[in-house]
C-alpha cells in the first residue's frame, strides 16, 4: 500500500520519495508507484491532483516528468499516470514530486466548502447529502429531498457562509468505528475499516473523509450555491466556492452587463426588459403575419381577376423572386380558394428555393369545365414529375403539392413552371 502523505499533511505539495515500481500499462500508459505521495487520486467526489516527478537534480527534460491523472488501485496503491511519451524510472530512484498549487487549492476549498453544506442543509432542514461531485466548472451535491425552495437554497447559503466568516479550525483525527458511532458522524461510511479518519469543523460538523481540506473555514473564501433540479435520486443543488464563485460572478456580471447595456438599462431591470421585448415581438409577428396574410389575398384576387378562363378554370402562373416560399404557399391557397374555379403554378426562387402546386378541388373543377378531359391535373404527380428532372424533393396530395429544389442550385424555378404549365396545356 502507499503511504498517503495527504492524510496528515493536505497542505504539503512538495515531497521526496521512492519510486517502488513503474511500468507501461492500459494502451501504452506509463505509470509510477511510489512508496509515499501527497498527490491525491480521485475519490470521494474529489478530483485528482496534477503535476511534477522529478528524477536526480531534473536538469535534463527528460528528467522532469508531468503527472497527468493519480488513480486509487483496488491494492490499496496510489498510480501516478505520466503524460505519454515519458522516460520510466528505475526501481529504487529517488524522486521529488511537485503538486500543482493552484488546482489542489481550489479543490481544498470546493471539497470542505461541501462538508459545510452539506451540514448547513442538515441543520436547518435535515435533508441528508447523498452523494458529492466536483466538476471542471461548478460543483454539485445531491440532496435526500423531494424538492428544495429557493428560500431554502438561500437559507442554507446565509448559514454556510456564516460558518465560513466565523473561521471555525478545520481538524483531521482518527477514531476507532465505536467511537465514531457514539460522536453521531454526520455520515458514516461502510464497515471496512477499523480505523476512521474524521474531519471536524470546530463546533459544527464531523465526517468521514479521506479527502483533502483546509485547514480553517476562513479559507474556504465563500460559497455560492447555483441552480438546483430534480435527478433520480432527490434534489442536486449546484455550488461554487472561493476563486471559483469569484470567477463564475465576474463571468455572470460581464454577461449580464453587456445584456444590460443592449438595453441601456441596469442590470436587475434586464429580465423585465426581456419580458417587455418578448411580449412586443410576439405582437410584431402577428402583425406581419396579418399583413402578408391580407396582401396574399389581394395578389391572388388581382391574378385571377387579370387570368382569362379555360376549361371553365384560370391557370395562375407566378414565380416570386423576392418573397420566401411560405409567401407562396399563402398566395396559391388564397387563388384556389378565391372562389373561383383555379390551378396556382407557384414557385419562390428566394432560399431555399421551392415550388408550390394547387387546385381548387378536382371535383369541382371537373363540375366546372361540364367534364372537359384535361381539366383537372394530379398535383403530386406534375410536381414530382417536374423535380425529378433537376433533383429535387417532394410531393402531395392530388390537389396540393410542395417542394424544393436543392439550396444553392443555379437551377431556374420559373423555367419549372413553365415546364408544368405546358403539360398541363396552360
Ligand atoms: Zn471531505
Redesign the pocket.
Known amino acids: 500500500m502507499t503511504k498517503r502523505l495527504y492524510y496528515d499533511r493536505p497542505e504539503l505539495l512538495e515531497f521526496d520519495s521512492v519510486v517502488a515500481s513503474a511500468e507501461t500499462v492500459e494502451q501504452s500508459r506509463p505509470a509510477v508507484i511510489l512508496r509515499e505521495t501527497a498527490f491525491y487520486p480521485t475519490s ?1 467526489g ?1 478530483v485528482h491532483d496534477t503535476g511534477w516527478l522529478t528524477l536526480g537534480g531534473g536538469d535534463r527534460a527528460e528528467d522532469r516528468l508531468r503527472v497527468a491523472e493519480v488513480a486509487d488501485a483496488e491494492d490499496g496503491r496510489i498510480v501516478h499516470y505520466l503524460e505519454a511519451p515519458s522516460k520510466l524510472p528505475l526501481a529504487g530512484a529517488a524522486v521529488h514530486g511537485s503538486i500543482d498549487r493552484e488546482r489542489r487549492h481550489d479543490h481544498m476549498q470546493q ?2 466548502g ?2 459545510v453544506l452539506s451540514a448547513a442543509f442538515i441543520e436547518l432542514y435535515q435533508m441528508p447529502t447523498v452523494s458529492f461531485h466536483m466538476g471542471e466548472d461548478y460543483c454539485s451535491i445531491d440532496l435526500a429531498a423531494p424538492s428544495v425552495s429557493s428560500e431554502q437554497i438561500a437559507g442554507a447559503e446565509k448559514r454556510a457562509n456564516h460558518v465560513v466568516f466565523e473561521n471555525r479550525p478545520v481538524r483531521i483525527r482518527y477514531v476507532s468505528r465505536a467511537e465514531a458511532e457514539r460522536l453521531g458522524l454526520r455520515k458514516l461510511p461502510p464497515a471496512e475499516r477499523d480505523e476512521l479518519r474524521l ?1 471536524e469543523v470546530e463546533d459544527f460538523d464531523v ?1 468521514a ?1 479521506g ?1 483533502t ?1 483546509v485547514s480553517s473555514s476562513g479559507q474556504i473564501g465563500s460559497i455560492l450555491l447555483r441552480k438546483s433540479e430534480r435527478v433520480r435520486q432527490g434534489t442536486r443543488v449546484e455550488f461554487v466556492c472561493g476563486g471559483r464563485a469569484v470567477r463564475m460572478a465576474r463571468r455572470d456580471y460581464n454577461a449580464l452587463g453587456e445584456a444590460a447595456a443592449l438595453f441601456s438599462s441596469q442590470l436587475w431591470d434586464v429580465p423585465d426588459q426581456i419580458r417587455k421585448n418578448v411580449e412586443e415581438s410576439k405582437l410584431v409577428r402577428k402583425q406581419k403575419e396579418d399583413a402578408l396574410d391580407q396582401l396574399a389575398e389581394l395578389m391572388a384576387l388581382a391574378a385571377l381577376h387579370n387570368q382569362a378562363e379555360t376549361n371553365g378554370r384560370k391557370i395562375v402562373v407566378r414565380a416570386f423572386s423576392d418573397r420566401d416560399i411560405g409567401f407562396a404557399k399563402l398566395f396559391a391557397q388564397k387563388v384556389t380558394r378565391a372562389g373561383t374555379p383555379a390551378i396556382a403554378l407557384v414557385a419562390s426562387s428566394v432560399d431555399p428555393p421551392g415550388l408550390v402546386f394547387a387546385q381548387t378541388s378536382s371535383q369541382t373543377l371537373a363540375q366546372a369545365s361540364g367534364g372537359a378531359p384535361g381539366s383537372t391535373a394530379d398535383m403530386g404527380a406534375l410536381l414530382k414529375q417536374v423535380l425529378s428532372s433537376v433533383g429535387g424533393r417532394g410531393g402531395g396530395s392530388r390537389d396540393f403539392a410542395q417542394g424544393g429544389v436543392p439550396a444553392g442550385s443555379k437551377i431556374n424555378v420559373e423555367q419549372l413552371l413553365q415546364q408544368a404549365a405546358g403539360t398541363i396545356g396552360a
Open positions: 470521494g474529489q471539497h470542505t461541501q462538508h474531519i465526517s473523509c479527502g481540506h
